[in-house]
């Protein structure tokens, strides 16, 4: 290895990628599908995709568990899309369908939403139930930031 790097899964088509350190993650490009790796904004995955970005990038990924027929989880949307705007690339921000993909909802044990929790390498190190707001939000990404 030539140089320090991050790996980065690409939200566009979850293939692997190699962040050097050294250059402006925000600016990387996905070297298969050739697409911004970061857009500022959070994705939508299904249970697949889902298992490749939280086992496979280096960066800590932050999950909001949502669904359509919630108020709360309407009100947050844009403060989830403001705030991944600011911390990317320190953050991947995804959003998981409840009603699309009960099977994960399950297995986090996901009884009321909006329930957003963060993942480094793997692992669920944090998580909150209940909508915030960006403040608060970005407060409680920070404390559990991984250095
Ligand atoms: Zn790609």
Redesign the pocket.
Known sequence: MSEEGRHVV??????I?RVPLSRPAKAA???????G?FTGQPFSVDAAQFDQHIQKNDIPVVVDFWAAWCGPCKAMAPVFEKVSAELEPDFRFLKVDTEAEQGLAARYGIRSIPTMILFAKGEAVARHAGAVNAEALRAWLRQHEIR
């Open positions: 690409c939200p566009h088509c979850a293939s990628n490009r996905c070297g298969r599908c050739k697409q790796l």
